[in-house]
């Protein structure tokens, strides 16, 4: 077929649209009418076989051009999604990063050992002995516990400064947990086990004297949140130092690079967690207005919502996906 040819029998085709198109672009893809739609594909569909005989027998014709312009302009039209970015964050929290935390499983399982045995050995060595407290914790915090201070209070007073440095200082806790894995490991194992020994020679201390109550008050709120966001750091600097120590077939350098890739994912993925347990432990946990039931719920509720979506979110996705390619496939093949 010849430029000569295809013109007088496509060109209004093509004018059409061309003018679809434009209205969609401009005043958005509600604009158009539901037979306007189907008009729409249809025309782009018959613009595309239009392109490809251009392409076959007069490439380098301004017809040619001019088809793979309207077509490429109606293709973002007819196949307009979400914004590439949001698109993305939407696809990472919904599917990627609840996947990503259950492959990851043993990293968090090592993790939380490492937090949390050490917090149950310092709790029961301080609960039944406060004489090993100087073994755990600085002597200003030895006195404030036998004496009932709750300088907990003293670090915020329910407002936004308070709430920005508790959560500046959970993600410095966080990074460090994280980054610690470049050094083997080494850093990461130190920054778990001594928030864990702080935590539970804390508690420890304050139950010997019969003061743990108020701080269980006050942490309960925020704490699910704050301490499984340690966790997931932690798993993923134990993740970077599992690849420098058994890089298996690869090279150091290209199995830690493999590792840092799911590291980095795990590490941003779980950032939110610490804004909203700042948030919380910002505005709700100190305030004296909020009965403690509240706290509790909040606490709780935020916990089993949490593993909730990481552990169930996603879980059938691949299902659905295959459903929706077989659609797909089936449009594409439709005469």
Known sequence: MTPDELIPLRKSAWERLSSLTTRARHNRLSSLSESELIELGQLYRDATADLAIAQRDFPRHDVARFLNQLVGSAHGIVYRGEPLVLARLKAFYLRDFPRLYRHLAPFMIISAVLTFLPAVLAFFALRFDPANAPLFLQPQLIEYGKTDTQWWRDLNDA???????????????????????????????????????????????????????????????????????????????????????????????????????????????????????????????????????????IGIGTGVALYAYLFLAARYAKVRDNREDIKQLKAALAP
Do not use: C, W
């Open 159 to 297: 407002n936004q400064v308070g709430a920005a440095e508790i959560m500046t200082h959970n993600l410095q806790v966080s990074f460090l947990a994280f980054a610690g894995g470049l050094p083997f490991g080494i850093l990461t194992v130190y920054v778990l086990v001594t928030n864990g020994l702080s935590l539970g020679a804390v508690f420890g201390l304050l139950g010997a004297y019969g003061h743990a109550r108020p701080l269980a008050e006050f942490v309960i709120g925020h704490g699910v949140l704050e301490l499984n966001e340690i966790v997931m750091a932690g798993a993923a600097g134990l993740m970077m130092a599992y690849a420098l120590l058994r890089p298996g077939l690869l090279s150091r350098r290209n199995a830690l690079t493999q590792a840092a890739g799911d590291a980095i994912k795990l590490a941003l993925g779980s950032a939110p967690l610490l804004v909203v347990a700042g948030l919380i432990e910002g505005f709700i946990s100190p305030s004296e207005v909020i009965p403690f039931a509240v706290k509790a719920t």
